[in-house]
């Protein structure tokens, strides 16, 4: 089954660093999503892309948060300056319409 | 705005007993509703889904969820579990009107430990 890939899978860095998460969704999927699931809680969404477009965002999403298509196949999710409340497992999804998400295995982030 | 409740944060459950997670939904609107599955070191793969008619569903690795509107319930089953069912298991819904699979709101999870 086709698979959705994201690198690396534990990232560390300092409080107020930029970081960006990248996702290679599957090929012919057209929905891009990013879910997050801090230690213990639920797992939220973030934001959903389509159309190269945000379509839809949580209050989770601020300014300091960004997603980019920058070319045909990575998905990327950039967080500009780190918070200690960012630490968490971010997952990344993809889907075509009214279908099934395929998750990848997460990209587990931690800031000191 | 829809929410999810998982009962159970843990289910420990002896090898070929049965097993059922329970999971219980509020929402506006009319929702689809899933289960998903983490194994470990894994991401989060769909067990089975519910979008109209049968109310029992079916899903893979002989898992099967019955939606009751009335009681606003998604609880999931399976009659003998194995060892290998150890696994984190997240009840979702999603909006009807927007589109099924998009934009989940998931519960807090279900730890499930199957015990030989």
């Known amino acids: 089954e086709p698979e959705v890939t994201q690198t690396p899978s534990h990232q560390v860095t300092q409080m107020g660093q930029e970081v960006i998460l990248r996702c290679v969704p599957i090929?012919?999927?057209?929905?891009f999503y990013w879910y997050r699931q801090i230690l213990g809680q639920k797992v939220e969404f973030l934001v959903s892309?389509?159309?190269?477009?945000?379509?839809?965002k949580s209050e989770i999403f601020d300014d300091q948060f960004s997603v980019e298509r920058p070319d045909g196949s990575n998905f990327t999710l950039k967080i500009r300056s780190t918070k200690l409340e960012d630490s968490a497992m971010y997952f990344c999804?993809?889907?075509?319409?009214?279908?099934?998400?395929?998750f990848g295995s997460g990209t587990q982030l931690s800031v000191l | 705005a829809q929410s999810v409740t998982q009962l159970d944060s843990q289910v420990p459950v002896f090898e070929e007993a049965p097993v059922e997670l329970r999971c219980n939904y509020s929402?506006?609107?009319?929702?689809?509703l899933f289960w998903y599955v983490q194994y470990p070191n894994q991401g989060l793969q769909l067990l089975l889904k519910?979008?109209?008619?049968?109310?029992l569903v079916k899903g893979i690795n002989g898992f099967e969820a019955e939606f009751n509107k009335s009681q606003t319930s998604f609880h999931l089953r399976k009659p003998s579990v194995h060892i290998s069912d150890t696994a984190e298991y997240f009840c979702?819904?999603?909006?009807?009107?927007?589109?099924?699979?998009?934009?989940?709101?998931f519960g807090g999870g279900t730890r499930v430990l199957v015990k030989p």
């Open positions: 929402s506006s609107v009319s929702v689809y």
């Open positions: 090929s012919n999927h057209l929905y």
């Open positions: 519910y979008l109209s008619g049968s109310t």
């Open positions: 892309f389509y159309n190269n477009e945000i379509s839809e």
């Open positions: 999804a993809s889907n075509r319409a009214s279908e099934k998400l395929f």
């Open positions: 979702a819904v999603s909006d009807w009107i927007k589109a099924a699979g998009n934009k989940l709101t």
